[in-house]
């Protein structure tokens, strides 16, 4: 690793986030045992009021490459969520990180954060990712969203 | 021992007729010059310095002589392959020129064995590397030293120099590089350690060419031309007087398992063997086993079609082939590819649109990543990955190398470095400014440094007794005491966050911020290497902390207009 532009780039989005970032959400470099990597983010999305989702924050690692802001990072949940455009691992799927579609290295932390909530709200199901939450909201929108709300009140919701 | 004074006479009157000064002799005989890299375009500097007269030279390379080096780096022979170029370079060109004084260092430039020091010794530094990290690490290290960089490339047909003096002129950082996908790969990552998907697909495409293709020295597999098909089957026909026409199904089977097991099972062992005590990583290596192998050559023929094999490769979604997939196509083509080859009875040549090679160099390239745990290519990437692989021509690094000695020599005659040019090899012949013809090398005038350029304007020089600062001495004195900063946070380049300004939304991890409170800028390991430095205003710093014993701490900006 020796490209400073990724590495400057990332300092700058941290010093952008810390100034001004959107309520309820959080963006920084992972803490392993003490020693932070830039190339590695630890971030907090809210669930959008008036969701399904609304009440929960889910964390998500970001990873990036060398290559950023020339490809865009890896986001994954941690833990994954049950949603249609979340693969089992967490990772998420969507065309803004996608650099043969609408990826541009202009896109900043914050925009990607935003749109990943976005996408909770509203799975895209043209482009499924998980099976079984693709299949419910296909067949009973209703059902997926009284589970997914279960399953947020449960684990993210503390009484 | 007459005639060696007598040559070396000749190089000195030739450089004071050709400057028109003694003086220029004297330095020349006195400067030392660093070269990094000595490959295709580093044989040809190393060469061209020692018989401008040049006597203190030392080599800074990292890799091995391999058997697709020996057609352009002609300081090696065959006996050479394996041993350290900057090492056989020396002896070498110690040989033929006697009067030369060569030292070498076997190690990668980026160590921070090499400090600022090393650096400052030197006149001047060519690089003649072949890769875009390494190039910016001696680009920002000779702007810490404000030592002149000669930069050369050279591509197929096309080549440059460029000297830079950052702060002075344009550097190598100033305009940003496109992604460089046509980045020559060193041939040990293609042989034996593959990082990404390209280098199995680049892999896989040396492998067409051995076993089919014109076998070029440049190959990094040449050495493997005992697989070559049409030696394949002499071979088998000699061995076995009844079947002296047809090469029929059983001599099929018999080469595709024997391919197979070289290139994907025996060679993957090796590779396992050899490097099983230096790469941890390497020691899960996923070598397909030989049930596997012969469960493929008995199925394949039933399974697979050039139809569906060209549909799949038109399709951008088509998943990756699973390792027994990659198998089976493989064992496909490699019978189909047979096949045409025994009906043509010439050299194929390997072509992205053509279906049954492109399915070859997939499956090839998969099963290799699948081994070396890297993602592997659908078909359709795999087409767009390999239309582009550029030669390496010794014409080319024989021009670029003698236009930047050249130009060095003008440098030492006394021309500031914003007076030379920049050189540039085309293929095609470009017009010369201030003259009414076209050349192939055309000079281009050197440019001023670009304003936003951190290499050119904001370099951050520390000095100080590494083993007794802390490094919150180094941000509190250094940083924002001498130089009046606001660091938001301090970084290297691989990452690691030295400091950060305290958080207010999130309590700081308590164990970083107290580790370096106390812990010196050497405990960490920080000194003698570039880190990043963002003010808490948005304006990006470059430092290098440079160690010397029982020196105070000083800060200093330079190149700050």
């Given at each position: 690793m020796a490209n400073s532009l990724a590495l400057t780039r990332l300092q700058e989005e941290h010093r952008q986030f810390r100034k001004d970032h959107p309520h309820g959400f959080f963006a920084r470099p992972f803490d392993e045992d003490g020693k932070r990597n830039y190339f590695k983010w630890f971030c907090g999305i809210p669930g959008k009021k008036?969701?399904?989702?609304?009440?929960g924050t889910y964390h998500l690692i970001l990873e990036f490459s060398d290559d950023y802001p020339t490809k865009p990072p890896v986001c994954k949940f941690d833990p994954p969520l049950?949603?249609?455009?979340?693969?089992?691992?967490?990772t998420v799927c969507l065309s803004l990180l996608d650099p043969s579609k609408?990826?541009?290295?202009?896109?900043t932390i914050k925009s990607i954060l935003f749109a990943i909530q976005e996408l909770l709200a509203?799975?895209?199901?043209?482009?499924?990712?998980?099976a079984e939450p693709y299949k419910m909201m296909k067949e009973s929108p209703e059902e997926y969203r009284k589970t997914v709300r279960e399953m947020v009140r449960k684990s993210f919701i503390r009484h | 021992m007459d005639n060696e004074c007598q040559d070396k006479n000749n190089i000195y009157e030739g450089i004071q007729k050709c400057f028109g000064s003694l003086q220029v002799v004297e330095t020349v005989r006195q400067s030392k010059i660093l070269l990094v890299g000595v490959g295709g375009v580093g044989s040809e500097v190393l060469k061209n310095l020692a018989f401008s007269g040049f006597v203190n030279i030392h080599l800074v390379d990292l890799d091995t002589i391999s058997v697709s080096n020996l057609n352009r780096q002609?300081?090696?022979?065959?006996?050479?392959?394996?041993?350290?170029k900057a090492i056989v370079a020396k002896e070498r060109i110690e040989k033929l020129c006697p009067w030369s004084q060569v030292s070498a260092s076997v190690d990668?430039?980026?160590?921070?064995?090499?400090?600022?020091e090393f650096f400052k010794q030197f006149v001047a530094v060519i690089c003649a590397l072949d890769n875009h990290k390494a190039r910016l690490y001696v680009n920002e290290v000779c702007a810490f030293a404000q030592i002149p960089m000669f930069e050369t490339g050279s591509t197929g047909y096309q080549g440059q120099v460029i000297p830079i003096l950052a702060g002075s002129t344009e550097c190598y950082s100033c305009e940003p590089k496109?992604?460089?996908?046509n980045e020559q790969i060193p041939v040990c990552t293609i042989r034996h350690?593959?990082?990404?998907v390209e280098h199995c697909i680049v892999w896989a495409m040396y492998l067409f060419d051995v076993l089919?293709?014109?076998?070029?020295?440049?190959?990094?597999?040449?050495?493997?031309?005992?697989?070559k098909i049409s030696y394949l089957a002499s071979d088998s026909v000699s061995n076995s007087e009844?079947?002296?026409t047809d090469l029929d199904e059983d001599w099929e089977n018999m080469t595709c398992k024997r391919i197979f097991h070289k290139f994907f099972i025996e060679d993957l062992q090796s590779i396992q063997e050899l490097k099983k005590d230096t790469f941890?990583?390497?020691?899960t290596l996923k070598i397909p086993s030989k049930e596997q192998l012969n469960n493929c050559l008995l199925n394949v023929q039933q399974k697979y079609s050039i139809e569906e094999l060209k549909k799949e490769e038109q399709n951008p979604h088509q998943s990756v082939w699973t390792s027994e997939k990659a198998c089976e196509v493989f064992i496909f083509c490699l019978k189909q590819l047979l096949r045409k080859w025994k009906e043509s009875q010439s050299i194929l040549m390997f072509d992205e649109n053509d279906t049954i090679s492109l399915a070859f160099v997939t499956a090839a390239s998969t099963l290799r990543a699948e081994a070396f745990g890297i993602v592997p290519k659908n078909s359709f990437d795999v087409r767009g990955a390999a239309g582009r692989i550029i030669p390496a021509l010794s014409t080319t690094n024989a021009v670029i190398g003698g236009v930047v000695v050249f130009q060095l020599l003008r440098f030492l005659s006394?021309?500031?470095?914003?007076?030379?040019y920049n050189a540039r090899l085309s293929q095609v012949p470009r017009p010369r400014p201030r003259h009414q013809d076209e050349a192939i090398i055309s000079p281009e005038v050197i440019r001023s440094p670009?304003?936003?350029c951190i290499i050119c304007h904001r370099l951050i020089l520390v000095s100080c007794d590494a083993t007794k600062v802390t490094v919150m001495q180094f941000i509190e004195?250094?940083?924002?005491?001498?130089?009046k900063l606001d660091p938001f946070s301090v970084a290297t380049d691989?990452?690691?966050?030295i400091y950060e300004a305290e958080q207010d939304d999130q309590a700081i991890s308590t164990a970083s911020s107290s580790k370096i409170d106390t812990q010196t800028i050497a405990q960490l390991q920080l000194e003698e290497q570039p880190l990043s430095v963002l003010d808490d205003s948005g304006v990006n710093y470059r430092a290098w902390i440079k160690h010397q014993c029982d020196v105070a701490l000083t800060t200093e900006l330079i190149f700050r207009e």
């Open positions: 008036g969701t399904e989702w609304e009440g049950f949603h249609p455009n979340i693969f089992p691992s967490g609408d990826w541009k290295p202009s896109v509203s799975p895209n199901l043209d482009d499924p990712a998980q | 002609f300081l090696f022979r065959s006996e050479d392959v394996g041993k350290w990668n430039i980026r160590s921070r064995k090499f400090p600022l496109p992604q460089q996908q350690r593959p990082e990404t089919f293709g014109n076998l070029e020295d440049s190959n990094p597999l040449s050495d493997e031309k005992d697989y009844t079947k002296k941890l990583s390497l020691s006394g021309s500031p470095v914003k007076d030379l670009v304003e936003e004195d250094g940083l924002k005491g001498q130089l691989s990452g690691f966050i």
